[in-house]
């Protein structure tokens, strides 16, 4: 069982940044994928970023390549996302998730609003 506990959105201008964190419990983060996606308002899910269990391997979403980059600690049982020039379309519920494979994420956050203002 993994629990995550996200924290750090709130509201920002845009052009503004925020740094997500996501802290999970356990003894074996280190073993779990880790990833962040978003909700919208009357929108679909979507996929954020990812990174792989022991930090090497990154990728991200079309909507935050280039503004957003994922990171983690396995000593701190954390992962991050660093958002930068943020944009109102940014505006969301950040979610972040956790598999032992990236195709199974067992384990998901209960979200941290992100307001963006214009």
């Known amino acids: 069982q993994v629990l995550l506990v996200e924290s750090g959105g709130g509201l920002v201008q845009a052009g503004g940044s925020l740094r997500l964190s996501c802290a999970a419990s356990?003894?074996?983060?280190?073993?779990?994928?880790m990833g962040w996606f978003r909700q919208a308002p009357g929108k679909e899910r979507e996929f954020v970023a990812r990174?792989?269990?022991?930090?090497?391997?990154?990728y991200y979403g079309e909507s935050g390549k280039g503004r957003f980059t994922i990171s983690r600690s396995n000593a701190k049982n954390t992962v991050y996302l660093q958002m930068n020039s943020l944009k109102p379309e940014d505006t969301a519920v950040y979610y972040c998730?956790?598999?032992?494979?990236?195709?199974?994420?067992?384990?998901w956050g209960q979200g941290t609003q992100v307001t963006v203002s214009s």
């Open positions: 990174i792989t269990s022991n930090g090497v391997f990154r």
């Open positions: 356990g003894r074996t983060f280190s073993s779990y994928n």
């Open positions: 998730a956790a598999g032992l494979v990236w195709t199974s994420l067992d384990y």
